[in-house]
C-alpha cells in the first residue's frame, strides 16, 4: 500500500490541498508584517550548524519556510503529499531568485537515499505524522553523520472540544482531524517530553527543546489563522551522530 492510498492519509492531503491557497493567503499576510521574516530567519539560523547547504523541508505546505531559507543561501528541496500547497509553492518559486525544489514525497517516508541533507527542518509537521517513530528513523538515516534535525510545533488542539467549527473550513478541518484521525497521530496531543524521548529513541543526540516567546509574541501582535488561539511554540533540535 503506498502512502497516500491510506484512507485517512488521503482525507488529509485532500483538507490541505482544497484550503491551500486560503492557507497560504493567511501565511503571506503574516510574513509581510513587521519582524516575521526575521524572527523565523533567527528560528532556523540560530541551530543550523555553519557549514550547513542541503536542506529538506518535510511537509513543506505552500513553500513558505523553504523559500526563506531559500533566500539565506540555502538549497532546499520542499516535499509535501498534498498537490494543492504544492501549487502555491511552486507558483512563488518561480519569482524566486534562488528557488527551493518542490517534489511530491511522503513526510513519513522522504523518498531520498541515506545521507541526503544536511538538515532537516519542519514547521507544524509533527502532530500530523501518522507514524511518527517511522518518520524520525527514515529522517535519521536522510541525514549525514553530524546533520541536524529541527522542527517547530505546539499542542495546538488538546481536546476535541477545541476544534473550531464556526466555518464550512474548520467543520472540514474538524471532520478530517476527528478523534478517529488522532488516534493515528502519535505526536497529535504529546508533551514536549514525548517528543523529546521519542527523537532520543531514534538515534538522535543533543536532543534540545527551546520555547519561543518571541513567536508567541508575533502572534498576540499580528492575529492567528481563524478558530486558532496563539500558542507557546517550541523549536525542537538534534543531531545524527557523527
Known amino acids: 500500500m503506498t502512502p497516500t492510498a491510506e484512507p485517512v492519509q ?3 492531503n485532500q483538507y490541505w490541498s482544497r484550503y491551500a491557497a486560503e492557507y497560504d493567503e493567511h501565511q503571506l499576510a503574516r510574513l509581510a508584517r513587521p519582524g516575521e521574516r526575521e524572527t523565523w530567519a533567527r528560528v532556523w539560523g540560530s ?3 555553519a557549514g550547513t547547504q542541503t536542506i529538506l523541508d518535510a511537509g513543506t505546505g505552500s513553500g513558505n519556510m523553504a523559500l526563506l531559507l531559500a533566500g539565506e543561501g540555502y538549497e532546499v528541496t520542499g516535499i509535501d503529499l498534498a498537490a494543492g500547497m504544492l501549487e502555491q509553492a511552486r507558483a512563488k518559486a518561480e519569482r524566486h531568485p534562488h528557488p527551493p525544489t518542490f517534489l511530491v514525497g511522503d513526510a513519513v517516508d522522504p523518498p531520498f537515499s541515506p545521507g ?5 527542518v519542519s514547521r507544524y509537521l509533527l502532530w500530523t505524522l501518522r507514524d511518527a517513530p517511522a518518520a524520525l528513523e527514515r529522517w535519521h538515516r536522510a541525514l549525514r553523520p553530524g546533520g541536524v534535525l529541527v522542527a517547530v510545533d505546539a499542542p495546538w488542539f488538546q481536546t476535541p472540544e477545541e476544534l473550531p467549527r464556526q466555518t464550512a473550513r474548520q467543520q472540514h478541518f474538524a ?6 484521525a488522532f488516534a493515528r497521530l502519535p505526536f497529535g496531543r504529546a508533551g514536549t517530553a514525548q517528543i ?11 536532543v534540545r527543546v527551546d520555547p519561543l516567546p518571541e513567536v ?10 481563524p478558530g486558532h488561539e496563539p500558542e507557546l511554540q517550541y523549536r525542537f533540535s538534534a543531531r545524527r551522530a557523527a
Open 10 to 12: 488521503e482525507a488529509w
Open 116 to 120: 541526503s541533507f544536511d538538515a532537516i
Open 216 to 225: 508567541l509574541a508575533l502572534d498576540r501582535a499580528h492575529g492567528v489563522a
Open 196 to 206: 523529546r524521548a521519542e527523537w532520543e529513541a531514534a538515534g538522535f543526540t543533543d
Open 47 to 49: 541551530v543550523l550548524p
Open 175 to 180: 471532520s478530517a482531524y476527528d478523534e478517529t
